[in-house]
């Protein structure tokens, strides 16, 4: 790695032009551009302090949680590890902007609140619904505070788990349309990941990261539901499901490929996995299936792995403009 001082120096000696600087500058720049734009890059850990933080934090945190239930204050410890996440996160965030535990203090920050509120009126579906509304509450002031990009996440799904508790509470029979309420949540999940990563297509900010994190949680809200509806689970697979199951995985991987986002095809990538190990065994492997399946299937991924860039230019250029201009933005594929 060059640094900015080393151009200088180099300058300086007579070693390289000012000219030749500004044109390896404005080249790595480009090159970052792309790579940021198209290799779905966000920060997680910077240093192994990252994780020794981390650790430290959930050590304090579940001592301050379970010494208070084990005084007899479940309520209290809900709120004292909310407050106490939210007290080191004005510290190991807002000034030392740390990237794996701002991502741990707000999930115990939402943790918190959530048990908190089911301790104090009851575990039952009407406190579990009002839970919901109030973590979305605090979802976002820690957002306008911290503004960790998981947090929008944390949030939606806190919107979401009301939505369906009270549409339960209130629809009778409605227990049993869970997996159409849980897909369609998916789709308005998945709808508001798209228009944070249209808001930066060559992501180069804060948006995209907060983007990954709703595509996370749009996944299995929307794969789930449609592999149950196939019978995946159900113990008896045939050659009709297996085939169904291919179409279904082939149309996520486009859609993936389209969006440059590859959680709906991890969140999908087990039920396919389990598909074709059953039908081997219905064939007789028994041994081997899942085995045999994982090499397949396994080597399939690695190929469009290395052939992602080249595959995602082939399904834009067969998208409208109109489509294309809203997706993220595509690395040139003289490079593979």
Excluded at 39 to 57: H, S
Excluded at 109 to 114: D, K, M
Excluded at 298 to 313: E, T
Aim: contains cysteine; positive net charge.
């Amino acid at each position: 790695m060059y640094s900015e001082d080393d151009l200088a120096s180099a300058i300086e000696a007579g070693v390289i032009s000012a000219e030749t600087a500004a044109a390896f500058r404005a080249h790595a720049a480009q090159r970052n551009v792309e790579a940021a734009a198209d290799d779905e890059q966000f920060r997680l850990v910077t240093g192994f302090n990252d994780i020794f933080v981390v650790i430290a934090c959930v050590l304090l945190l579940a001592s301050v949680k379970w010494i208070t239930a084990t005084i007899g204050m479940p309520a209290l410890g809900g709120l004292a590890m909310s407050v106490l996440a939210w007290l080191l996160a004005e510290f190991f965030v807002r000034k030392r902007h740390m990237a794996l535990p701002a991502i741990v203090l707000l999930l115990a920050f939402v943790f918190g609140i959530f048990i908190a509120v089911p301790a104090v009126l009851g575990q039952n579906n009407m406190s579990f619904g009002v839970a919901s509304a109030v973590t979305a509450v605090a979802t976002l002031l820690h957002w306008w505070r911290f503004q960790v990009p998981i947090t929008v996440a944390a949030g939606t799904a806190a919107v979401a788990t009301g939505m369906v508790v009270a549409l339960m509470l209130t629809v009778p029979g409605a227990e049993r349309l869970l997996p159409l309420l849980l897909f369609v949540a998916g789709i308005a999940v998945f709808a508001l990941a798209m228009r944070w990563d249209a808001a930066d297509t060559r992501r180069l900010t804060r948006r995209s990261d907060v983007a990954f994190w709703l595509h996370l949680l749009a996944a299995p809200l929307l794969v789930h539901p449609v592999f149950t509806a196939l019978g995946v689970a159900s113990g008896h697979t045939q050659l009709v499901q297996a085939v169904a199951v291919v179409a279904l995985y082939v149309f996520i991987a486009l859609v993936s490929l389209a969006i440059d986002r590859r959680a709906l095809m991890v969140s999908a990538l087990a039920y396919v996995l389990y598909t074709f190990s059953a039908l081997l065994k219905e064939y007789g492997v028994v041994s081997l299936g899942f085995a045999v399946t994982a090499l397949a299937i396994g080597s399939a991924l690695l190929l469009l792995s290395a052939f992602w860039h080249r595959s995602r230019a082939f399904v834009l250029r067969r998208l409208p403009l109109g489509m294309q201009a809203r997706l993220p933005v595509s690395r040139p594929t003289g490079r593979g």
